[in-house]
């Protein structure tokens, strides 16, 4: 099938898992095609391009979609016919609630980062196989050279924002994720495969992200990632300052108070999921009917 340009991101053969058991197989299809549609936004996408990234055939990328527009986990715009996320994926994630939201929960920690640092601080997200910038604080040394703004995407590996979200993933993604994001970076010297995984090795081995006058913007960077409590990273704390401000003393003190907040986050994050659930009150004002009352005496 021929490569489409225009398309975001293209998934990798891996992730389709062809040989995978029907069940199975439909269910990473759809959620595949999810992820794609939330990357082209409310604009949405053709048949003819999610197929082309999802590797799909056409007439099965079709029927997919159509029992997604059924069940209200997709739209189809009445002007273009492009297929867009449908109103159910908000209901579910209203249903989350506030306690699993990554940006509310992190409020108080980019905020302290902030008055600490005077410098920009970014939370960053994993969207498939690039990092968006979700929140920032800019301090009262921020400089005017800021590269990286609110709802910004970048390929997974480029900036430390982005380098601390793909680093402590499990090799096997990452490869994918370098694989893939290559075509998206030809001519790009500093960011080759190669070197790509040379600063992922780096990274792991000093226990951050860090870049410096990237794009000869005169900014560097340090971050960090956020774990859920499986050690796998659901989001990242960057601080971005002139190289000026970062120099080595200063970058350690930066890291190690980012990191704390980073912990921080984990455990109000687990907290949260520990607790959900648990204030159903409407059950407590419902006394059980008959056929309840029945099904609980003992036999």
Not at 47 to 67: E, M, Q
Not at 79 to 105: C, H, P, Q, S
Request: aromatic share 6%; hydrophobic share 40%; net charge positive.
């Amino acid at each position: 099938m021929a490569t489409d340009t225009s398309v975001p991101w293209r998934i990798h053969p891996q992730h389709v898992h062809k040989t995978a058991a029907g069940g199975v197989q439909s269910i990473r299809r759809a959620a595949t095609i999810i992820r794609i549609l939330g990357a082209y936004g409310r604009v949405g996408a053709s048949v003819r391009k999610v197929a082309a990234a999802s590797g799909l055939h056409k007439s099965t990328a079709h029927r997919i979609l159509c029992a997604l527009v059924e069940e209200g986990f997709l739209e189809q715009e009445a002007t273009t016919r492009n297929y867009r996320l449908g109103a159910e994926v908000f209901t579910l994630g209203a249903a989350m609630g506030r306690d699993f939201d990554i940006k509310a929960l992190a409020q108080k920690s980019l905020d302290r980062l902030c008055q600490i640092s005077q410098d920009t601080i970014y939370l960053g997200v994993r969207t498939y196989y690039c990092g968006l910038c979700l929140d920032m604080r800019e301090g009262s040394s921020s400089s005017k050279a800021l590269r990286l703004r609110v709802d910004d995407s970048w390929p997974l590996g480029i900036g430390a924002f982005s380098m601390a979200l793909l680093a402590f993933l499990p090799d096997n993604e990452v490869d994918a994720i370098i694989k893939r994001n290559a075509r998206l970076l030809l001519g790009q010297r500093q960011f080759t495969s190669s070197l790509l995984r040379r600063h992922v090795d780096s990274t792991r081995r000093r226990g951050y992200a860090v870049t410096s006058n990237i794009g000869q913007s005169g900014l560097g960077s340090v971050a960090v990632p956020i774990f859920d409590p499986h050690q796998r990273p659901i989001a990242s704390l960057c601080i971005t300052a002139t190289v000026e401000r970062m120099v080595a003393e200063r970058q350690t003190r930066l890291v190690a108070s980012a990191w704390e907040e980073s912990k921080s986050i984990t455990r109000v994050w687990c907290e949260a999921r520990d607790g959900f659930g648990r204030n159903d009150a409407w059950r407590e004002g419902l006394a059980p009917g008959p056929a309840a009352q029945a099904s609980l005496r003992p036999h």
